[in-house]
């Protein structure tokens, strides 16, 4: 080194920036570009000897996010970025854009330089590596400029380092294309306008972006993989390394190596590219090992990667990887029934059978037909024929249809190497399309300018969906409940919402107000409906799926499993159980797990559809527990023809896909539906922010409303901490709500929120207001005087303890906040609208006539007037009759298989004398349970010394410990498990009160 001539660079940069600065022309940045360029290079040659080294001024343009003002280049390749601010900025305290741009760079940038001009600090792997400043030490500038110059590339030794590498650059693209689709003249805006237009209707901006991103960097990826060494590897040099049986990818990759390409987006790419070239080829070579499915590389380079690059949309998308034993179970199964059921003899293998995989993903379920294809028909007709099949006909009949993009780059990728390496010739394309298999077949559409194989792509996919004659349907389709393929365009029903109208009937009638109906619009009920609509439009065929298995029992889903029942002929239910949602009776000496990494339980649904037969479906049921190995093992082990089933009765009105019991039905179908008591009802309260909505104290609630109201939109959103607005929830609405009912008192009330925790909120009664559901239709009439009975229309936990009354307006969470439906709110008393001319101003009751005249014989009493009551019979003695039998032990354990689907069913008395002994004891449970004053000696005591707060709560030895020095003593240990709903009452209670007096 040559520290003079070292020196004499510094002060002749420094005196060339500061001469710059005091110019009256000078801009904070772009003046002083031309000397941090020139005093860069004369260093890099000078004293590093790194005379092929560049350091390239990109241009800016203030409409876009940007890239780095500098990319450091040897050569060809980006060594390097550097982002300059202005001239003296704080770098440690940016704001605004620069603090949001520069935090992605240094995520996302592995070799990235940030500068004032003086200070300068080098990143790499999002952290901070080197600090120098030129104006006190040329030392420390010398180092970090020669760790900048001699970075190494980056040494990656397994596929999940891969994983989050390409992830921080994929996030970077997505951003950049994300800027430059706002130049609707760009090339890249043209293609999300074709692929919208032609293939992904609902396609967003920001969708785009995300699937761009995610295509190039696993296009990129997927060259490389095939490469057996990559010294040339780059954008431009990628697609001659693509395979041709994907001519969707190599038309996109074509795109990306033209010099009209924006340079925003070319500096990323480029930047993955060198990544890739880095990559070891042995370690790609081993985790693409075609059937080598314990190294599977969804794993690696798909699942894994998409945890590290966006895990929210892995949710949304229902993106996880489904076991190859679960796929195996699938596959084996439907080859069986294929032979035995459809006259089919070699099953998959045979040339009449269609198959497609409408959620393909990265091909796993299309994987394993063509293994067991390659197996049957080798083991039948010996390995010579299995050469000429392959390049025959085999991949004429094998259809995918994926939605994104780089499960289905993944997809043919991985199908496209195991045919290769079966000796396909790969002379046409493989039968994967990127399409929304839930949007409606149209017609052919003409070719668009500069999107000829975006044209091509939807019209293939669009032949299939129309027209093929496909016999087998399998895969796994997303679980999300909040479909990403809505039912309606504004008040029109998509073609998919018209297919799922279909599951809402019931023998022509409509499910009752409390239907759950956002469980039909759940991904995986739609593609059970396509792939039904689908099978009957061809008149034979098989479904083989694995999804979530709330549809086997769920009230929700009757009609459903009716229609199903109409469609198929025969229908196999394995229950794979492994819910982390719903408490499972599990047999006894068993642990039961998922076969996912997910909550829901899921199940295998084999429907098979016969032509000319018109016979009644049989439904057959089996049950897999245990733990998850022990599940991958028996599925690997068995078949349909190998699994014990046990065949279901159809018994109306539910058809469930599951055992019944039917010990004590008679007795209990002759009980009255608490809906057939009652006239009126709805759910509790649905506040969608309860935080904000629901509070402690008046004085809490006060507070809050009151600043809630007074500032701006923005400020509410930030201050309260509210997630984005919904459909029916939003914060200007709220804000507006409150406005336009500015009177306090009047609008204070308490809410029932949980078991004995009365809080308080401010009601409206206006929908999509404040609160997003108030349900006046039933909790207007608990604003005065009044009794309710809460209680949930079916259950999904092991006891039935589902019902509580109340004398206030109550949240829907009173009783339960688990995933089942919610209370329903009946109240005893209904009392008119103020608001409504010409109305009573007496309350009524809330009771039916056909109810009273039943009950009236029951007891043998005349009715009477003015409500038509039993003769000396209250209103409150029949509520506290029925809330008696509901609170029965008896009842609850002896009709919890019927209590599990719907309202309970209410026995009615025998006579008047059981009539008035229950009611006597309904009573006291409801003061009890409304904590009333009832006398009871005292029993327990509140010791110790402290302040009262209350911190960690634990039991022990029949004391309630609220902190590590106070407690509460003499709790029996069924006090303090005592349950209501979904709820440990004590528990609950003091938890949510932590912190608190």
């Known amino acids: 080194m040559q520290n003079m001539n070292f020196q004499t660079h510094f002060d002749r940069y420094l005196q060339r920036i500061r001469r710059t600065q005091e110019s009256a022309a000078a801009t904070p940045e772009l003046s002083l570009f031309p000397h941090l360029q020139a005093f860069l290079e004369e260093l890099s040659v000078d004293h590093f000897d790194r005379n092929t080294v560049r350091f390239v001024q990109e241009p800016r343009r203030l409409d876009q996010i940007g890239r780095p003002d500098f990319v450091a280049m040897d050569g060809l390749l980006p060594i390097g970025y550097i982002e300059a601010e202005a001239y003296g900025r704080d770098l440690n305290n940016l704001t605004g854009h620069a603090r949001e741009q520069n935090a992605r760079f240094t995520e996302n940038l592995d070799n990235f330089i940030l500068t004032n001009f003086v200070d300068f600090q080098l990143w790499t792997e999002g952290r901070l590596r080197a600090a120098a400043s030129i104006a006190d030490s040329t030392e420390n500038f010398e180092t970090l400029l020669e760790r900048f110059l001699n970075a190494e590339p980056i040494q990656i030794a397994t596929p999940e380092a891969l ?37 992904l209707s609902t396609l967003t901006p920001g969708d785009f972006a995300d699937m761009y991103a995610q295509t190039l960097a696993y296009g990129l990826f997927a060259a490389r993989c095939t490469l057996p060494n990559a010294t040339n590897f780059s954008r431009h040099t990628a697609v001659d390394a693509l395979p041709r049986s994907n001519p969707f990818l190599i038309q996109l990759f074509h795109h990306i190596a033209s010099p009209r390409l924006e340079a925003n987006v070319t500096y990323i790419l480029d930047e993955i590219a060198v990544l890739l070239r880095n990559v070891p080829t042995e370690m790609l070579r081993t985790a693409f090992a075609a059937g080598n499915h314990l190294e599977d590389p969804v794993i690696h380079f798909y699942e894994t990667f998409l945890a590290e690059y966006d895990p929210q949309r892995r949710v949304d998308r229902g993106v996880y990887y489904t076991p190859p034993q679960v796929i195996s179970y699938i596959v084996r199964s439907v080859d069986s029934l294929l032979k035995t059921e459809l006259e089919r003899p070699d099953g998959l293998a045979d040339d009449r059978t269609l198959i497609l995989d409408p959620a393909t993903g990265t091909g796993g379920f299309l994987l394993t037909v063509l293994e067991h294809i390659q197996a049957s028909v080798t083991q039948t007709y010996g390995a010579a024929e299995w050469g000429q099949y392959v390049n025959a006909e085999l991949v004429k009949r094998i259809f995918g249809f994926e939605l994104l993009v780089a499960p289905y780059t ?29 949007e409606q077949p149209a017609e052919m559409q003409p070719p668009l300018p500069f999107a000829e194989f975006i044209t091509d792509e939807a019209n293939a996919a669009l032949s299939v969906k129309r027209d093929a004659p496909l016999l087998v349907i399998l895969g796994n389709p997303p679980y999300p409940q909040d479909s990403a393929n809505p039912s309606r365009e504004g008040r029109r029903l998509t073609f998919i919402g018209e297919l799922i109208e279909d599951y809402k009937p019931l023998n022509g009638q409509l499910l009752g107000i409390w239907d759950q109906k956002k469980l039909l619009q759940a991904d995986y009920v739609k593609f059970v409906r396509w792939a039904q609509w689908r099978i009957d439009k061809n008149g034979e065929g098989v479904i083989g799926y694995i999804v979530n298995n709330s549809f086997l029992e769920g009230e929700t889903f009757r009609r459903m499993r009716q229609s199903l029942m109409k469609s198929f002929n025969t229908i196999y239910c394995l229950n794979l159980h492994g819910s982390g949602r719903i408490e499972e009776i599990v047999p006894e000496q068993k642990t039961d797990e998922n076969v996912f990494d997910i909550i829901q339980g899921v199940s295998i649904l084999l429907c098979i559809k016969q032509s000319d037969n018109s016979t009644p479906a049989k439904v057959y049921y089996a049950d897999l527990w245990g733990p998850r190995e022990d599940k991958y093992n028996t599925l690997s082990e068995t078949d349909i023809l190998t699994t014990t089933w046990s065949e279901l009765p159809s018994m109306p009105p539910f058809y469930h896909f599951v055992p019944r019991v039917t010990e004590h039905s008679e007795d209990y179908e002759s009980g009255i539906v608490i809906s057939d008591i009652f006239a009126k009802s709805s759910t509790g309260i649905f506040t969608a922010r309860d935080k904000l909505t629901i509070h402690q104290t008046v004085e809490e609630l006060r507070e809050t409303v009151t600043d809630f109201v007074s500032i701006s939109e923005d400020e509410a959103r930030e201050k309260y901490k509210l997630s984005r607005d919904t459909q029916d929830w939003k914060v200007h ?36 207001g404040f609160h997003c559901a108030p349900r006046p239709a039933a909790m207007h009439h608990l604003l005065a005087e009044n009794l309710a009975l809460c209680v949930h229309r079916g259950i999904r936990s092991p006891v039935w303890q589902h019902a509580l009354v109340t004398n206030k307006i109550s949240e829907k969470s009173y009783i339960s906040n688990r995933s089942e439906p919610t209370a329903q709110v009946f109240p005893l008393y209904l009392y008119p609208d103020p608001e409504e001319l010409g109305i009573s101003t007496e309350r009524s009751l809330n009771f039916k006539p056909a109810f009273l005249i039943e009950l009236s014989e029951a007891l043998e009493l005349p009715q009477v007037e003015p409500f038509n009551l039993p003769e000396g019979v209250s209103p409150e003695e029949i509520l506290a009759y029925i809330y008696a039998v509901l609170y029965s032990p008896i009842y609850r354990k002896r009709y919890y298989d019927f209590l599990k689907y719907g309202f309970p069913r209410i026995p009615l008395p025998q006579d008047i004398e059981q009539f008035l002994t229950l009611a006597a004891l309904g009573q006291q449970l409801i003061d009890w349970h409304l904590l009333k004053d009832v006398s009871v000696p005292p029993r327990h005591r509140f010791e110790g010394e402290g302040d009262g707060v209350v911190g960690r709560v634990r039991y022990v030895d029949e004391k309630i410990w609220i902190n590590t020095s106070q407690y509460v003593t003499d709790v029996p240990p069924e006090v303090w498990a005592y349950e209501i709903g979904s709820y440990r009452v004590c528990e609950k209670w003091l938890r949510d009160r932590r912190g608190a007096v």
């Not at 009912?741 to 009664?765: A, K, L, S, V």
Request: no cysteine; proline share 3%.
């Open 163 to 199: 994983a989050g590498y390409l992830a921080r650059r994929t996030r970077e693209l997505q951003t950049q294309v994300a800027t430059t689709l706002t130049d609707e003249s760009s090339d890249i805006y043209r293609m999300f306008s074709a692929f919208k237009e032609l293939l």
């Open 733 to 768: 609405l709220a804000q507006a709500d409150l406005r336009n009912h500015p009177d306090f008192e009047q609008h204070i009330e308490p809410i029932n929120y949980r078991p004995f925790d009365t809080r308080w909120t401010y009601y409206t009664g206006q929908s999509r």
């Open 410 to 438: 993944i997809a043919h990728l991985k199908l496209g190497l195991f045919l290769q390496s079966q000796g396909w010739r790969a002379d046409e394309r493989l039968r994967i399309y990127l399409t929304n298999t839930l």
